[in-house]
């Protein structure tokens, strides 16, 4: 059984900063892809940022040079620095990642999502 665990979202005021963390655990082999989505009210779950397991990083370009995502492979953990906070980034953050996990002798390659941070840039 595999488990996505977000924190570190809330309110924050524009062109401030805040830090999420995903933690990944269970039954787990290994960690491919992880990655950070967001989902604003009234529209669709968007690509935010994604790390592979050598760290080469992908952002969208609504975030470069103000967002940071990066892992700590040891803690099974992804997080994602976000500084110079808009108004526009406020949404519901979510982690996903691509993994494999067993069960017994069975292997399983999928990927996993984890509940949602809000974050609200608001003054």
């Known amino acids: 059984q595999v488990r996505v665990v977000e924190s570190g979202g809330g309110l924050v005021q524009p062109g401030g900063s805040l830090r999420l963390s995903c933690a990944v655990s269970?039954?787990?082999?290994?960690?491919?892809?992880m990655g950070w989505y967001r989902q604003a009210p009234g529209k669709e779950r968007e690509l935010v940022a994604t790390?592979?397991?050598?760290?080469?990083?992908n952002y969208a370009d609504s975030v470069k040079g103000r967002f940071t995502i990066s892992r700590d492979n040891a803690k099974n953990t992804v997080y994602l620095q976000m500084n110079s906070l808009k108004p526009e980034d406020t949404a519901v953050y979510y982690c996903?990642?691509?993994?494999?996990?067993?069960?017994?002798?069975?292997?399983?390659?999928?990927?996993?999502w984890g509940q949602g941070t809000q974050v609200t840039v608001s003054s």
């Open positions: 996903k990642a691509d993994l494999t996990s067993y069960s017994g002798d069975y292997v399983y390659r999928g990927e996993y």
């Open positions: 269970g039954s787990i082999f290994s960690i491919n892809a």
């Open positions: 790390i592979t397991s050598g760290a080469r990083t």
